[in-house]
């Protein structure tokens, strides 16, 4: 069966720039970059960015447009030539994908409905009780004890998943293609007349030096790097199938090197207009409340659903604004959703020999289905926990796992040849040194910082059973289930030969 193909080299950019921007670029960037010295984060993120994020886009776009597939069988191929069998991880990088599409669009569900209440601030003034209170409805909920679906988020979240499956339905040049040349440039609109309106008010200015200001003594610090280098890692999409199945599509004739550094240049470009835009609403809130900036910054959730609302609730023209906001939210929620369910979908189809058509139907109707456990009183909890599993155990594990097979297992320079023969300028040595000894050494610190941290005082306060359960129950079964699916696989190749 012929593989789809993007129709513009325009289209497969905006796509991965698409998947790789999201609601983290937003709410995660700006707090990471406040927290960490500020203008001096830069610093370290720029250097992750040149030594982690390009040489990852780079490799995952080679094994991507050479093995034409999904994850599950770029491993699976790169595991022959080597003697390894490596299928596993393709599907543990899928389940990675589908977990977090699960969560995910329950706060593009979120997105949705505030976007409906911006038009007329219905959050009213305490939005703090509004969304923890009056919208999700959090009582003495656990996240095993979820109580009793919400319509009012259900239906939003619904509204997300028929936009996914109607771009994965519809193809690659069909269906994701022409959503990315829709919802990307609409994006950086939205942001662009944003700042355009936010820096002229009073108090904005001393949000963006609060932000950049640097504080040059922390770069010595080696939770800095390693804040940076973990943003980079979680910003890209790279590490869980997406990036494998999108270059997998690439014409034969493309550029890779080029690509790979346009999506990661206007990814992290965009994640620093989203820090300017968060911190310039944030001054002029300090300012009209007469607090200091270090009362109103937030970070993740609540910045997006209860201290952006506060701000909108004082700026002028609150109901052109705050849908503008809202709705750029939901763009960037989207576009990343489409990515991680064709991640899912393009493996299905390469594993089942389905039609895109039933793949995408079956992917989408089963996710909806499991989604709609986080439109319940309980679900914000569920998804804190599952959440924090999956990026910071699952998806750092499967990035240095997938590091140290092709650095140290696989001939990392025939990576590097393949992507230079296919690209107008070629990378040099640099690309193998920041792969095999920069990339794994960041990562492995990330990871069994996090691992310590996680095994000695577990996440947050939920009970050990739910975080035994949810947390490494749940990637426990993601590994087995790929290790099984993966035996198989072999088992019925050997039969064959």
């Known amino acids: 069966m012929q593989r789809e193909q993007w129709n513009s080299r325009t289209g497969f950019i905006l796509a991965a720039v698409g998947s790789a921007i999201g609601l983290g670029n937003i709410w995660r960037f700006p707090y990471m970059a406040y927290e960490n010295g500020g203008g001096a984060f830069l610093i370290p993120y720029l250097f992750a960015m040149v030594t982690a994020g390009i040489p990852f886009m780079i490799m995952e776009f080679t094994l991507g447009h050479k093995y034409r597939g999904a994850a599950p069988k770029v491993f699976a191929q790169l595991g022959q030539s080597t003697g390894l069998k490596l299928e596993w991880l393709g599907w543990f990088q899928v389940f990675i994908a589908a977990v977090i599409a699960i969560y995910y669009v329950a706060i593009i569900g979120w997105a949705i409905s505030f976007f409906s209440y911006s038009f007329s601030q219905s959050w009213g003034t305490d939005t703090n009780a509004f969304f923890f209170t009056e919208y999700l409805q959090l009582g003495d909920n656990s996240p095993t004890k979820l109580g009793s679906i919400q319509l009012h988020i259900a239906i939003p979240m619904a509204i997300a998943w028929a936009i996914t499956t109607l771009a994965v339905y519809s193809g690659v040049k069909g269906g994701i293609e022409r959503a990315s040349k829709i919802m990307m440039p609409l994006l950086f609109i939205m942001v662009l007349l944003l700042i355009g309106r936010i820096v002229f008010l009073p108090g904005a200015l001393d949000g963006l030096n609060y932000l950049f200001r640097p504080d040059f003594s922390m770069i010595l610090d080696a939770k800095v790097w390693s804040a940076a280098y973990g943003q980079i890692f979680f910003t890209l999409s790279v590490g869980f199938a997406i990036m494998l199945a999108y270059s997998s599509y690439l014409p034969e004739k493309s550029d890779i090197n080029n690509n790979a550094f346009m999506t990661v240049l206007i990814n992290c470009g965009f994640s620093i207009l989203g820090g300017i835009m968060i911190f310039a609403v944030l001054g002029y809130m300090a300012a009209e409340q007469a607090k200091p900036i270090t009362d109103v910054v937030s970070s993740g ?17 609150p109901y052109i604004l705050g849908p503008v906001f809202f709705l750029a939210l939901v763009v960037a929620g989207i576009s990343s959703h489409i990515s991680i369910i064709e991640a899912v979908v393009s493996a299905v189809m390469d594993k089942l020999a389905l039609s895109r058509k039933k793949s995408a139907l079956l992917v989408c109707g089963f996710g909806f289905i499991a989604s709609m456990a986080f439109s319940s009183n309980g679900g914000l909890l569920l998804l804190d926990l599952i ?57 492995a610190i990330i990871l069994v910082k996090n691992l310590i941290n996680t095994l000695k005082n577990g996440y947050e306060d939920y009970p050990i059973a739910d975080q035994l359960f949810l947390g490494w129950g749940l990637i426990a079964v993601m590994l087995f289930i790929a290790i099984f699916i993966s035996v198989i696989s072999n088992h019925h190749i050997e039969e064959k030969k």
């Open 387 to 443: 959440d924090y599993f999956i990026n910071n155990i699952a998806l750092l594990s499967s990035c240095l796992i997938e590091l140290i097979i092709l650095t140290w297992l696989v001939k990392i320079a025939d990576i590097r040849q393949y992507a230079n023969r296919c690209s107008e300028f070629a990378v040099g040595k640099w690309l193998e040194i920041c792969l095999r000894f920069l990339g794994p050494l960041m990562l």
């Open 301 to 317: 959730v609540g910045l997006a659903f209860v201290t952006i609302p506060a701000a909108i609730n004082l700026l002028p023209i």
